[in-house]
């Protein structure tokens, strides 16, 4: 079982966390709960209720609508995280590909967090931020590719 | 004299504290415009008898180009300077310029052109003191008390006009025109006296802040200028054609004015008494006729009507002049129009820039207050020279003119009006009327025309909007939207119409009312019961018939409003009746049979009629409450026992500060608790033995209550309790310091502080440098990833520290100079960008005491690692460390997270060293350090 400075360690590649101080950290560290899933156990499927994230420690984790695959989640990739964020449905499934162990935070105890330390919200909006400015170059470089 | 003191405070609305800084500003603006209303008869006379009216119009020629010039020049140049030294240069200037003036005139060596130069000084000086004396208002009050004082302030103009001209009135013939220079010279000494007292005391700490802000300002600006923004608005463009059309009309007025004067008068000196005589009277009409007339005049025939009384009556004065011009026509058109001007025709402009957007009229307000009339008084010489030189027209003959201009100026009022009432609706439809910043003056019956036309809208939130710009209009012709818009299907709509119903007959709604009791919201249903049971004429008999209804909701709305009448005193509730009726809807007994929510939701509402009846014999069923699993419950309890104001809740509102899911509701009822909470919490933050957590809850409480306790607890105490508790001390004294920036902080503390976060700084730094050191080599022999990542835990959580520290650095330092000021100094400091940087460092430099330079220059200057070891060994003694000595120090610094990293990296090499101090935190109260500890001992 990892201490909360080992979780901390972790966390601070995870890149929704990257932003955010080591001391903080230990905050949001102490809400998150191992665990262990085996290959081919469903974590999530498509329709159920949106109420945690995960992050994988170790193992893979296959992301896929149906039996068509979004993506596969390895070490420091997070998922599910969109749940902190709006009260919809999974919209995709999660399926251990391998033997795993992923860290699980709780969305109320996150939002509680986040309500407590301005630091956290303020590192994961950053965050949130950069990914949405990556999305958008993205999209503009896509479109200018169409256009030409 | 202390009781007299208090009514005139209560009177005007001075609140505490502020009678010194009101009483200083009514003063200065008194004795300015005194001064200026002694120089500006001397001034008329001395042309007019020295020069002749015939050469007025070159005088306004000139008066246009210098004023436009200067006045440019100045605004420009003047941001250089604070306007605490500005203020002084031009009462020194001024002075100097009328004691040279009084040498001229007692000499009798004035020539033709010194009397051009005096006559356009006196028109830039005007300007230009009133100019500054409205800025350093700005510096001296904040928006709010602007809103409050500035009438006040106002009227300490008025009274020091009417006082100066009657001075000048009295003083002419006994001292001569000459000497009245000095005795404006001597008012304008006691301005530097008061000007720098208001500057010291009260404008100096608002200069940064405010500077930054017009900075702000200036770039906005830029995205257009003023004239394309009039030039594109049909409505600017009229409103400046109003404005200029007016100012050109007054100076021909002026004209006639002085012409006949000078026909009639020939002496200086009587001259001057009479032009002192006749401003004040022109004072002193303009100021009854606003208090008297002007209100009703709007309120009965609009905003039109109202304009245009100044161009009927410089219409009728001219046409008298025309009939008959001798002295009486000529001191009917110049009274009469001159009082309007300042009366009935201001309510009007101010009425038509009502619907501009409050970005824009910052904007072209003062672009058409003095560029546009400028250049209308240019005209106006032009004009007045065309037609006395090359055309020779008699004062009869140019009141013709004025008759013609007249005309088009109602021309231009009745084309503005159509455009107002869009633009208002507009204004309405954008939502832009501020109504933090605005008043909104209902008496034009366009503007409540307009307003009760949104009421029709579809939008629910315009038409909240709307209801909430007429919460105080109490007009007959609101009563059918009111009933229409209790039908309406939002429930906030009918809940504001609800609450609007006073003050209107009971007998247009009481019905409609009743039928609200059944509708599906509870709070409609409170708002109804409540308005029934104030209308009813047997309110025992209507509560009997609702408290027994099955409707759970009925019953809690009754029960609220039993509650508000208990509160406010009504007989009808003795204390037993009012217990029987808690205990027959709230009592556990008779809730038993709803399910879990709904039974939690009624002591949700138990609790408010504890809060709002505050009838102490229901107390016991609060904390009663505070038992329940619900966090919901829980918050109701504590926000009720904050409403019943009990000093009773505080400990037990305190104790809750700790418990995370509560802390945020107790801190908010704690920071509004009526009285008396104060004396707790500080005592609470000063116990040794008191709950760390708690005690970091409580800064941030003081913080949100603005008084001399709590800024005096929070700064006296700011050297005492770790660095976390300090760091909130700090946090919340920039808070109050920012929304009140006259509050006194302990500046001895505050300096101390400084130099120990400075200190600190360095002594991290030195740590970082080590570790970052131990690292590179550590990086190039060893294996162990462990190591490695504990390390580099400890070099991020080190950077961490050194960058908090910076930012509690320049915190303390807000808390000396501007706190938005050093905010966004230390952004500068830490943002990549180097011109932003060395912006910041080149402020700094200039702003701070030469000691504090000494100190923080060097850390924000220096990006070198080596030359800030040096200067902590210069500053401060600090040594080079090794590895060991460092994570020692750490371990017995204050620090828990850096305790904890320096613990965890120990534990990955050889942990023996610190075992006895490791053991001190086995039984730590930070889980985390704890936990490292416990792990650390076992490997």
Sequence with gaps: MLSIIEKVIFLQDVDIFKHISSEDLSYVASITVEQNVEKDSVIYKEGDISDSMYMVIEGKVRLHVGESLVMIAELNDVFGAWSLFDDEVRLISATAFEDSLLLKIDKANMIELLADHVGVTEGILKAMAKRLQNIARKVGADFDKVQK | MTKIKKQIRLFFDIREGESKKVAYMFFLIFFLIASLLIIKPVRNSLFLSEIGVSKLPYAFILVALFSAVIIALFSKYSKKFHIGRLTRAVMDISILSLIGLWILLHFGIETKIFIYVFYVWVAIFGVITSMQFWLLSNYVFTIREAKRLFGLIGAGGISGGIFGGYLTNFLAPIIGTENLVLVSASFLFICIYLGKYVWVHYGRKNYSERISKTIQLESSEKKGSSFNIIRKSKYLTLFAGIVGISVLVSNLVDYQFNMIVSQNIKNEDELTAFFGFWLSNLSIFSLLFQLLFSGKIIKLFGLRTSLLFLPFSMLLGSIAVFIIPVLSSALLLKVSSGAFKQSINKSG???????????????????????????????????????????????????????????????????????????????????????????????????????????????????????????????????PHMKRLLNHRSADVKTAILNMLDGFSKDEFYAQVLELMNDKDLNVKINAISYLYNNSDNPEKLIEEYIHSGDPQIKIAVMMCIANSYREGAELWENAKLERLFDSVFSEESIKHLSPDEADTMRIYASNFIGISSYPGLFPYLYKVMESDSAEVKKSAIKNMGETCSTEFLSTIIETLNDRKLQKYSREVLAGYCDGAIPLLVERLQDKNEDQSIKNAIPSILGRIYSDETTHALSDNLLTGDRTLRFEMIKSLNKLKTRFPEIDTNTANVNIAIIEEIEYYYNLSAILGVEQRQKIESDKIETSTTSSEARQLLVSSLKDKVENTLERIFRLLGLKYSSSAMYDTYLGIVSNNTKLSEDAIEFLDNILSHKLKQYVIPIVETRDSEQLLRNAKLFFGIEFKDEEECISEMLNGDDDWLKTCAIYLASTSDISKYEEKVKDYLNDSDPVLRETATLALNN
Excluded at chain 2, 400 to 417: N, P
Excluded at chain 2, 438 to 465: F, P
């Design chain 2, 349 to 479: 402009r101010e009425l038509l820039s009502m619907p501009i957007a409050a970005d824009i009229k910052n904007r072209v307000k003062a672009f058409i207050d003095v560029f546009i009339a400028n250049i209308a008084t240019g005209l106006s010489g032009i004009l007045l020279l065309i037609i006395t030189i090359g055309f020779d027209f008699s004062v009869q003959q140019i009141g013709l003119i004025s008759i013609f201009l007249v005309l088009v100026w109602t021309v231009l009022i009745y084309k503005i009006k159509a455009e107002y009432i869009g633009s208002f609706r507009t204004a309405i439809e954008r939502r832009s009327i501020n109504l933090d910043e605005e008043q909104l003056n209902l008496t034009d019956a366009d503007i409540t025309g307009s307003l009760l036309n949104v009421l029709k809208s579809d939008n629910k939130n315009q038409v909240l909007y709307v209801l909430n710009l007429l919460e105080n209009f109490k007009s007959e012709k609101l009563i």
